[in-house]
C-alpha cells in the first residue's frame, strides 16, 4: 500500500547532498517547510495561468522542489537536533497547506465544486494517520493516493489539459487512500 512513498528512502539518498549544505548553512527545517509551501503556490500558479502542455514542466519542477522540501525538512531537523512538536505541527500545516495551495491550481481549470471536493478527501488521508498516531498507532504514509501521488497527478493535469478526469481520480484515490489506512489502523489498534 506504500505506492510512491516507497521511493521514498532512494529520494532522501538523492538528497543527501543537499541535506548537508542546508545544515552547515543553519538552515531552519520551518524555512524549508515555508520554501515546500511557496513551491505547491507557484505550481498552482502555473498551473492556473499556463496552458497544457506548457504547464506541464513549471508544475513538475515546482512540485518536485515542494517534495524536497517537504523530505528534508524532518531530515534537517534530525540531523540538528531541532525536533520537537512545534516542527512537527509546522510540518503538518505545512503540508495541508501546500496540498490544498497546489489544488487552488485547479480552480480556473474545473468547476469549484469538484476542486472543493478533491481538496477535502486530498486532507483525509493525513487525518487518518494523524488521528491513529494520536491514539498511539505508528504514523501511516503512503497509498494508492498519498502525497506524491497528487504531485504526479497535478503534473499530468497540466501536461494533458485533463484536469477534470485528474481531479476526480485524486477524489477517488485520496477517499480510497483513507480508508486503507484506517483500516490498517483499526487492526493496529486492535493489537
Not at 509551501?37 to 508544475?59: D, K, N, S, W
Not at 497540466?158 to 477517499?175: D, I
Amino acid at each position: 500500500m506504500n505506492g510512491l512513498y516507497a521511493l521514498k528512502p532512494w529520494y532522501a539518498s538523492r538528497l543527501a547532498g543537499v541535506r548537508g549544505v542546508l545544515v552547515r548553512r543553519g538552515i531552519s527545517p520551518d524555512a524549508l517547510t515555508a520554501a515546500g509551501v511557496v513551491c505547491a503556490a507557484g505550481a498552482a500558479a502555473a498551473l492556473a495561468l499556463l496552458p497544457a502542455p506548457l504547464a506541464a514542466l513549471p508544475v513538475a519542477v515546482l512540485l518536485a522542489a515542494r517534495l524536497a522540501c517537504a523530505n528534508l525538512d524532518g531530515a534537517v531537523a534530525r540531523d540538528t537536533g531541532r525536533t520537537g512538536p512545534r516542527g512537527a505541527l509546522n510540518n503538518e500545516l505545512g503540508d495541508r497547506a501546500a496540498d490544498l495551495l497546489m489544488l487552488a491550481g485547479f480552480l480556473t481549470l474545473a468547476p469549484l465544486w469538484l476542486v472543493a471536493v478533491a481538496g477535502l478527501a486530498a486532507t483525509l488521508p493525513s487525518w487518518v494517520s494523524l488521528a491513529g498516531a494520536a491514539a498511539g498507532a505508528p504514523r501511516l504514509n503512503g497509498g494508492p493516493v498519498g502525497k506524491t501521488e497528487r504531485c504526479l497527478l497535478a503534473v499530468v493535469a497540466a501536461a494533458g489539459g485533463w484536469a477534470v478526469p485528474v481531479l476526480a481520480v485524486l477524489a477517488a484515490g485520496s477517499a480510497l487512500t483513507a480508508l486503507l489506512r484506517l483500516a490498517r489502523l483499526r487492526t493496529e489498534l486492535a493489537r
